[in-house]
């Protein structure tokens, strides 16, 4: 009886020291890889699948080991940094200045988009619905993507509240193309997603071009009315406390992967990003003033 004692003291022991030496294994080991998200603002399978690739570009030029991540939403991601579940996300303005606010996650690298790193909201509407103007949308049906898009909702619904129209009901979408598909087929008869300008011919490059091979004539049939102020794009975002030297092999690594012409490929496919370039938190302070102004409780709008 003593020596089972004995053995099941010194197998306890055992598992109890094995438990603490996996836990404390560094960051970028096998069993402790680097957590990388993505934000689910296109279709999850293109991201995994694209992803691929660039981690194992990651992998070779660090000497660290990943695991990636594409969860279902937004508050998801911002979510994981407090949980340790994720290390860097791909993230939207706005699920940034919350994953800041609630975990001191910080922005260190900064999208570029047709050759610029701050982009634009649109309003947009059916040809068809005798709307040109922000004034139109009194007591019409619009559309927005999602509650934390900021091209997509806040500074589109900003621009309404400032001139005090009140459309008669509003929806949201979840996706930019969605917007539009709701706008074409008469669903709604405005609504809001992202802009861009268009390309070096006249093609048009905003969100409306996510459906052109369904709705060839959607050019056509919904025009944009208006425009919002400019925002700094997506951020890469770091977890508070990782290592400066880890953070600056990923950093040096994504600098050098978007500059290889499969890296360029991937990053266009993933997110229709042309580079990215150095951030850091204050370049995100403009957006902090509107959402302020609007009296928006970010953790709110997120949940």
């Known amino acids: 009886m003593q020596r089972l004692l004995y053995f099941s003291f010194f197998l306890y022991l055992f598992n109890v020291l094995v438990g603490c030496s996996s836990s404390e294994e560094p960051i970028g080991s096998e069993n402790n890889p680097v957590k990388l998200y993505f934000t689910p603002s296109v279709e999850s399978e293109t991201i995994t699948e694209s992803s691929k690739e660039m981690i194992t570009f990651l992998e070779k ?14 508050i998801t991601v911002v979510e994981s940094f407090g949980s340790d579940r994720a290390d860097v996300a791909f993230m939207n303005s706005f699920g940034y200045l919350l994953a800041n606010e609630k975990y001191k996650a910080n922005a260190e690298l900064r999208v570029i988009r047709y050759n610029d790193s701050y982009y634009r909201g649109q309003i947009i ?7 040109t103007k922000i004034e139109d949308l009194q007591g019409k049906r619009v559309a927005y993507t999602d509650p934390s898009s900021t091209s997509g909702y806040l500074l589109p619904s900003k621009m309404l509240k400032d001139k005090n129209i009140i459309p008669e009901n509003t929806v949201f979408a979840m996706k930019h193309d969605n917007v539009v598909t709701m706008i074409y087929q008469g669903q709604v008869d405005a609504g809001a997603t992202y802009y861009s300008p268009p390309g070096p011919n006249g093609e048009i490059k905003d969100a409306r071009a996510r459906v052109l091979t369904q709705f060839p004539d959607v050019e056509e049939k919904i025009k944009i009315i208006a425009l919002t102020d400019s925002i700094p794009n997506d951020p890469i975002v770091f977890r508070n406390g990782i290592e400066d030297s880890i953070k600056k092999k990923i950093i040096d690594a994504l600098l050098k992967y978007i500059k290889t012409e499969e890296g360029k490929t991937i990053f266009k496919n993933m997110y ?3 580079g990215i370039i150095i951030t850091n938190d204050r370049d995100y302070n403009g957006l902090r003033k509107i959402i302020s102004e609007m009296n928006i409780n970010i953790s709110e709008t997120l949940n």
């Open 125 to 131: 509407a059916s040809a068809a619905s005798g709307i």
């Open 61 to 74: 030029e660090t000497g660290l080991f990943f695991s990636t991540s594409v969860p279902t939403n937004y």
């Open 272 to 274: 229709g990003m042309d």
